[in-house]
């Protein structure tokens, strides 16, 4: 086979940058920063370079170096919602609620439409006490997305700690539609059952989620909590006497 003489082409920025957010979404972390690196030695104010560099800084857990790439991103190229999107997660992990709730406020204000930002805002809109606040927040996230799992996961959870569990169950459902396979979400679902006195059906719930994954621990330990039978250990109290408790979902970031 003859070989060509032509050199390979190289890559334009828009070109690089394109492949470096493949390489990110893969996972292949030290290649994608080594091309963001490369990008931005070349053109300094790339804004998407900046952005995705800080998204990465933020997966790399460098959220210092995050905040300041894409505050940058924004300086060169203002008014992008999926940026103040990313922004807001930035600042939520590192415990800069006010931050991240502005950050989220004018990803809103830039794109009504942005469901992410809806729905990670009613996760801070909660978390500072604003229930009635942050159920519009997932409710607009999910008139917007009607797929949004996340926002779903989380109205349920918000519904069940303000008392509202047959609403609460109602989203689990909904979430095992979209993902059948959901932990959370089935675990949620049962207990909820369990609360609303309906054992039976949460202990169905269990039982499909054991006839797929066989001896789970979860799975067993809470039908035993359930129906009082077969209790492994530390699995000695009823859902009733503790609620059902779970952790939002993470917020959503904007790729």
Not at 54 to 66: F, M, N, P, R, Y
Not at 112 to 131: E, F, I, K
Not at 133 to 141: F, H, K, M, N, T
Not at 173 to 191: F, G, M, N, S
């Amino acid at each position: 086979m003859e070989q060509s003489d032509t050199p390979p082409r190289e890559l334009t920025l828009e070109e690089a940058v394109a492949f470096a957010i493949l390489l990110q979404k893969n996972e292949q972390f030290v290649e994608a920063r080594e091309l963001y690196r490369r990008v931005l030695d070349t053109a300094p104010n790339h804004p998407d370079a900046l952005h995705y560099a800080g998204v990465l800084a933020h997966q790399q857990g460098h959220s210092d170096e995050a905040v300041a790439l894409i505050e940058k991103s924004l300086a060169v190229a203002p008014g992008r919602a999926d940026c103040y999107n990313n922004l807001g997660i930035v600042f939520q992990s590192t415990g800069r609620l006010q931050a991240a709730i502005d950050a989220y406020q004018r990803a809103i204000a830039i794109d009504p439409a942005h469901a992410n930002a809806h729905s990670n805002l009613g996760v801070l809109l909660r978390a500072t006490g604003q229930p009635l606040e942050a159920e519009a927040a997932y409710r607009r996230a999910i008139q917007l997305n009607p797929e949004h799992v996340d926002a779903y996961t989380n109205l349920g959870i918000l519904l069940n700690a303000l008392k509202r569990t047959k609403e609460a169950a109602e989203c689990y459902c909904k979430v095992i539609t979209l993902r059948p396979k959901h932990r959370e979400a089935r675990r949620l679902l049962a207990l909820a059952h369990c609360v609303l006195g309906d054992v039976d059906e949460a202990v169905k719930i269990f039982e499909e989620w054991l006839e797929e994954e066989p001896g789970d621990p979860v799975a067993l330990h809470m039908r035993a909590a359930c129906t009082g039978r077969d209790v492994p250990a530390r699995a000695g109290h009823r859902p009733q006497d503790s609620g059902v408790a779970a952790t939002p979902a993470a917020p959503t970031m904007t790729a």
